[in-house]
Structure formats: C-alpha cells, structure tokens
C-alpha cells in the first residue's frame, strides 16, 4: 500500500520545486528506461529505498483574492483527504501570513502526520528567521532550502520514519480489485448501484472505511471481485468537484489499491483531455483497463458506424497503448453493464498471466530471428532469451548481445509480439533489453 505525501501552501512557497526535486531523482532512474512522461503534479519518488507518491496540490492557478482563499482551501482538503502525510510549506521571505495560519487550522484538525516546513533558507540569516514560526505553537518545524535542495534529507527522513504503519490487513487480500474512474457525472455512481441491484451478496469492508477507501465485496455468476472506491469519491457533495485537477487527483488512490481501472466516459461528451489525465495515471501504474463509453442510451443512431467511430476516436487520442476493450453501456438502464465487469476479469487475468520461459522462448526467439533489429553500424543485434519477470503487471526481460542499439519501435514491436502471441489485452506491458 503506497504511503502519498502531499505539499500543501500558498502559491509561490516553493512547492513545485521541492516537488520536481523529490521526483527528479527517481525519473533519471526509472523513467529513463520505461519512457513515461512525468505529470506535473503527481508522481512517485522514494526514500533510502521506501517508495512513495508525491502529489503537489499547487495545481490550480488563481488570481483573485476570493478565488483564492476557496482554491487553497480545496488544496488544503483535498491533501487531509487523499494523503498519508502533508508537508505544509512556509516561506520565511514572507514571514506567517493570515492565509498560513487558516491553512493551519485546517491541517491542525485533520488526524494526519502534518511536516511544517519553512522553504528558502538559503543561509544561517534565514535560519534565525524561520524562528518566528513557532507562533504557530508547534515543536518543531524543518527548514530547507528547495531551490539547493539543503535540508530535504532531514525531512524525508522525518516523513518516512513516520509513514504510517502498514500493519492493516487487507480482509480481501488475493481478490481482483476494480475501481470505477472517471469524470463527474459520468455515471460512476449509477453503476456502482446497479452493480449493487443485482447483488444481493455483498459486504463492505468496515476495517477498510476507516483508512478512507471503501472495499466491497461482489460475488457474482462466477466472478468474485472487490470495487474500491475512495471516501473522495462518496464525500461528492463536501468539496464540488468541479475542477479537473481535483477530480483526477481524487482518483490517484483508488487506482493505486486497485488492479483493474475501468475508466467511464460519457457518451455525449466523448474523450477529453481530463479522460486522458484519468487513463495515464492508470498506466502509469501498470493497471488493468477497461473503457466503458456509458450513457449510450442518449446516442440516436447506434449502428456499428457509431461505435466504430467512437472507437476510433478514442483510440487515436490515448497514444500507443490502444490494445484496450471499450464497451458501449448504460448504467440506468443497465445495458452490458455485466459485460463490463466480465470484461474487468478478463483484463485482471490478462494481467495475472505469467508465460513459461521455455513457452515464451519457444515463440519469441523465431519472431526476432525472422524479424531482427536493424543492424546499427554494421551491428547485429542478437536476441538469446527471455524471460517474464515475477511483477504484478507483465514485464519482460530480452537479453542480447547490443541492448544500447535496440531502439524504441523494435521494442514496441517487441511488445505487439507478445500481445498477439499470449494476449494482453487491456494490460500495459514493460519490454527490456539487457546485456548478456
Ligand atoms: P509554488 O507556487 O509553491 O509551487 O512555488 P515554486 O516552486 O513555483 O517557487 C516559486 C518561486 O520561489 C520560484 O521563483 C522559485 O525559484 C523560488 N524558490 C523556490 N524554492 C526556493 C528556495 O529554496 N530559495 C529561494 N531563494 N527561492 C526559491
Ligand atoms: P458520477 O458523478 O460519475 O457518480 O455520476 P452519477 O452516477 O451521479 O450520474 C450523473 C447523472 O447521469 C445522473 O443524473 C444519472 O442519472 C445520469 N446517468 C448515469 N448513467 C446514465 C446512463 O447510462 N444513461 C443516462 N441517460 N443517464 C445516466
């Protein structure tokens, strides 16, 4: 269970640029290798080896003044909702301001670990400065400098050695989780219940309700999965989701329990670029997904042109990863909505599924032998095996004698390889090529 440790403060505190420093070390690490883009306000980072996510909650610009108090105090709730641990950021340029100490008595009432920090000491001047901070009646505060990066080691320290116990246990441990993602107003609720309607035997995990995250237990024809939804989610009517920043950001933890996403898009609107945010935070965590096109009781004219262009349209929008099942569904009236939760299982097997090394050799090595990576330099580059890796998601090994010359459209030749040969579909899948 990942710990998320949010940067709460007024804006130009320094918040994106602790941020982009705690995410920096790890992109050069892992990313470089996958090729993911990073978000802006959400990404993962880690610590003498504990991983974590990092959420900036500065997302949103403001510019007026009463925009501005409702906007931070959006920021402020949505950190106590969604994060482990909250690190409210001070500048000591500005000394405490009234919005500090508002900012504080929110964070004050919340149960959450909250990290004080003072940003932009820069020197020892600062560092004497940053003492008016105790008005806040605390004990202790951490000082640092985001822009040097000095001080960021004593605070993580402090953060991790504090993350809170991982001591819970899942009462459904081993069962597929699914989370239903998707903008406001998409049907996400009226699915839920219908999926409730024709399920009499559920039961909804208490222990799971109080770290936040809803757990229930569907066993259904067969299928015996959990749906995750988040308290952000059910809470709709405390903080007006308006805003696609927080809708999304609200998704980042039902995605992270989950294995498979299915992620609903409203016929009538069709795919937009916050569906897209949705979809990328779903891949980038290796998640199973399903997209369901819901309201389609609203489309006039349903012939297989309109599904197919519906199809099209979203498949040329979502990049390279488009071997991904959409359904055409209703929830109010309950059209393939049992469809889609098949479909949900299929994925999560999809996922699930590890190919022998004898199995996958037997294919893969008479695929690279017939079609070889280009020869670079009078180079020729030479697959011997592969492997699966033992990871939730797929991820696969190839060794070779030249891995430095194998570029980015053999690998995705790679990966649609195994995609025909042993079906993935609706699983991202990862392909190395190492050095043997
Ligand atoms: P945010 O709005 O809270 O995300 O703030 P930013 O990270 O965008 O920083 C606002 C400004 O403060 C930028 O011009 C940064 O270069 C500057 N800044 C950030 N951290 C420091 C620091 O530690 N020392 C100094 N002197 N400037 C900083
Ligand atoms: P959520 O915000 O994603 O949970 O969306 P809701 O489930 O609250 O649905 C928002 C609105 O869309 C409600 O008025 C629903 O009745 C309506 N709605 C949901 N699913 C469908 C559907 O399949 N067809 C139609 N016509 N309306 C729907």
Redesign the pocket.
């Known amino acids: 269970m990942s710990n998320i440790v949010a940067i709460v403060?007024?804006?130009?505190?320094?918040?994106?640029?602790?941020f982009n420093r705690l995410l920096e070390r790890r992109e050069a690490i892992v990313d470089a290798t996958s090729g993911v883009t990073r978000d802006r306000h959400y990404g993962k980072s880690d610590w003498n080896g504990v991983e974590f996510t990092v959420i900036?909650t500065?997302g949103y610009e403001v510019n007026t003044e009463d925009v501005f108090q409702e906007e931070i105090s959006k920021q402020v709730q949505l950190a106590i909702d969604e994060a482990t641990s909250i690190i409210f950021?001070l500048n000591v340029d500005e000394g405490l301001t009234d919005t500090d100490q508002e900012i504080f008595e929110m964070l004050r009432r919340s149960n959450k670990p909250i990290y004080i920090t003072i940003?932009?000491?820069?020197s020892a001047k600062e560092e004497l400065a940053a003492t008016e901070f105790y008005q806040l009646g605390i004990d202790r505060y951490f000082t640092?400098?985001?822009?040097?990066g000095s001080g960021t080691g004593e605070l993580l320290d402090a953060i991790v050695k504090e993350f809170p116990t991982t001591d819970y246990k899942d009462p459904f441990e081993g069962l597929p989780k699914i989370t239903i993602a998707g903008r406001p107003n998409v049907g996400k609720s009226t699915l839920t219940n219908a999926l409730l309607d024709v399920e009499r035997n559920i039961v909804t995990d208490i222990a799971g309700t109080t770290r936040d995250s809803i757990q229930t237990l569907y066993n259904k024809f067969g299928y015996e999965f959990v749906l995750v939804d988040t308290a952000g989610m059910r809470r709709k009517a405390k903080v007006k989701e308006d805003l696609e920043f927080y809708s999304v950001m609200r998704s980042v933890r039902s995605i992270e329990y989950s294995d498979v996403v299915i992620i609903m898009v409203d016929a009538t609107l069709g795919w937009e670029s916050q569906d897209m945010n949705i979809f990328g935070l779903a891949q980038k965590n290796r998640k199973g997904i399903v997209i369901v096109v819901n309201k389609w009781d609203l489309v006039e004219d349903k012939s297989t042109n309109t599904t197919r262009d519906f199809e099209n349209q979203i498949k040329e929008r979502i990049g390279q990863f488009t071997d991904i099942p959409i359904l055409f569904v209703s929830a109010l009236t309950k059209q393939r909505i049992l469809k889609a939760v098949e479909m949900a299982m299929e994925v999560y097997e999809n996922r699930a599924k590890k190919i022998k090394t004898s199995k996958l050799n037997e294919v893969m090595l008479p695929v690279f032998e017939h079609t070889p990576p280009p020869a670079t330099k009078g180079k020729f580059v030479k697959i011997k095996y592969c492997v699966q890796l033992p990871t939730p998601s797929p991820q696969f090994v190839f060794f070779c004698n030249l891995p430095q010359y194998v570029k980015e459209p053999y690998k995705r030749f790679a990966e649609n390889q195994l995609r025909k040969h042993f079906g993935f579909t609706g699983v991202p899948i990862e392909v190395y090529f190492r050095q043997k």
């Open positions: 403060g007024r804006p130009n505190v320094g918040k994106s640029t602790l900036d500065g950021m940003n932009k000491v820069d640092m400098s985001s822009a040097s």
